[in-house]
């Protein structure tokens, strides 16, 4: 693979695209023998301010930066979204390349998953806690294919979003539990100027879905305004939020919990650090959001 790599548009991008793993370790290695620090930000693409944000971040934190577009279709379930979800290879580039990303990993489902494949990489007890749970497997395949891109990216530091909250706890339990030799840095959510969380599924949402998703913020808002006035029951909290997305009638509750951000494990009350994880369908698009509360918030 060259140094460019053309499209079918003709467009010609000076950032390097590999799609071979063995490829990809090469290029870790010879990185890593220079002395570069190398920051890594993997993604599924659709890419928006969100992953822009975190390749910044990562600009600024690294020698190199490196970036992977993967749909894992292991962290989807049978009835899942994996046909339609958006595929924006090319736009992603442009915009990964605008923001002087060094190295694109972008690996066909065969090279992850060889023939026969059957190791798995799980975090027990915490992948079936929020999203886990309504979601059986789904981090199993994260962790797997997350486990799989630090080993063949071999970064010193990897960027994950804060709105995948839950994800990032069981990512951080894993590289400790396992010893990968790696820094993860969270970034904060980016949000729409009326406060949707960014995310590729918002592309799901018509133009009154849109308005009726906002119910996931208000609930965290809700939550935010009774701890500014001094509530630190959870319970409280939580039937406060529920009570929000339920007067929203376009909104399907999934779940809504207050929890531990390191164990996602229900918390009482709200005298430490806390996490308000919220997960609701609008129409047949389901979308997460969340707030940290606490003194590290």
């Not at 975090?123 to 749970?133: A, F, K, P, T, Y």
């Not at 010193?156 to 994800?167: V, W, Y």
């Not at 010893?179 to 590729?200: H, K, P, T, W, Y």
């Amino acid at each position: 693979m060259t140094k460019y790599q053309l499209l079918s548009t003709n467009y010609f991008f000076p950032m390097k695209i590999i799609e071979s793993p063995e490829e990809m370790q090469r290029f870790s290695r010879g990185a890593r023998r220079s002395g570069k620090r190398l920051g890594f930000v993997p993604t599924m693409g659709a890419l928006h301010e969100g992953h822009l944000s975190l390749v910044r971040m990562a600009r600024r934190q690294s020698d190199c930066v490196a970036a992977s577009i993967f749909v894992n279709p292991r962290q989807f379930g049978p009835n899942e979204d994996l046909a339609k979800y958006p595929r924006t290879f090319e736009r992603d580039c442009q915009l990964l390349e605008a923001e002087k990303v060094d190295v694109l990993f972008a690996p066909k489902v065969e090279a992850m998953y060889p023939p026969a494949a059957t190791t798995i990489v799980e975090v027990q007890e915490l992948s079936e806690r929020l999203d886990g749970r309504s979601r059986p497997g789904h981090f199993r395949g994260v962790t797997t294919v997350v486990s799989k891109l630090f080993n063949i990216v071999q970064p010193d530091l990897a960027f994950f979003g804060q709105k995948d909250a839950a994800q990032v706890a069981i990512i951080r339990r894993m590289v400790r539990d396992l010893n990968f030799d790696l820094q993860i840095v969270v970034g904060a959510i980016v949000r729409e100027s009326d406060g949707l969380a960014m995310s590729s599924r918002n592309a799901y949402l018509d133009p009154q879905q849109r308005k009726q998703a906002l119910v996931l913020n208000r609930a965290l808002m809700r939550v935010h305004f009774m701890v500014d006035k001094g509530e630190r029951d959870a319970q409280k909290l939580i039937e406060a939020a529920k009570q929000v997305i339920a007067e929203e009638r376009g909104a399907k509750l999934d779940y809504l919990e207050i929890v531990d951000p390191d164990t996602l494990e229900p918390v009482v009350d709200l005298s430490k650090r806390a996490l308000v994880a919220v997960a609701a369908w609008i129409g047949t698009t389901r979308l997460i959001d969340n707030l940290l509360l606490g003194a590290s918030s």
